[in-house]
């Protein structure tokens, strides 16, 4: 497919202004220029051109907030001082499988000043001796060339960069979680508390109670002894009564 047409398929019914991000990746340009990209691209941040048979940049249109640019795979020899005058805030760029063979080209970067990583990785100038403290010394700018410092430290990955930036910007709703989950531990405690007050409420109810029935208990006993004793007191009268009759019979 030619570049044109991927293009305008990729807009999807947006205007050029209404791009931030563009994917061409292995569509064809037809004389090794870039074709269907305009300065109407003004809000492009990411540019991927991966395998398009580009051997120059000299039709790239002017493209200020453009960050990301990925032209691997291409024919690209030099020319590369069109990308300072047309992306001059690049942060990235990725110039891999190319045909980059001398220093010389390398130094036209010198006036991108924001950029931070540069892959030449399977171009011949890797194959020069001295190949990484040379274009470290000639872009001091660049922190990543290949995806590896000066020391050989691995270049973090997007993910770790997006985490640190996320924790840099400070807490998040997760705070608000955890006074959520405080608010619910007091209200817990507060039951519980509750709980615990209405459970001695209920057993001094329930020793109160017992102490209620245990004094009607005694006091039912001393009614049953009451009763026993006047029983017996009414046997004695009858017995009394009865000797008394016998005399008076006798007499």
Known sequence: MEMKKRISLELRNKTPAEVAE?????????DGE????????????????VNVGL??????????????????????????????????????????????KELSSVKALQNLKNLKSLD?????????????????????????????DQEDNEVPDSEADDEDDEHAAGPTGDGDDDDEDDEEDEDEDEGSEGEEEVGLSYLMKDGIQDEED???YVEEEEEEEDGVGVQGEKRKRDAEDEGDDSDADDD
């Open 22 to 30: 563009l994917v061409v990746d292995n569509c064809r340009s037809s």
């Open 34 to 49: 870039v074709e269907g990209l305009s300065d109407e691209f003004k809000e492009l941040e990411f540019l991927s051109m």
């Open 55 to 100: 051997t120059s940049l000299d039709k790239l249109p002017s493209l200020p907030k453009l960050r990301k640019l990925e032209m691997s795979d291409n024919l690209i020899v030099g020319g590369l001082d069109k990308l300072s005058e047309k992306c001059p805030n690049l942060t990235y760029l990725n110039l891999s499988g190319n045909k980059i």
């Open 120 to 148: 030449l990785y399977s171009c011949e100038i890797t194959t020069l001796e001295d190949y990484r403290e040379s274009v470290f010394k000639l872009l001091p700018q660049v922190t990543f060339l290949d995806g590896y």
């Open 214 to 216: 245990d004094d009607d």
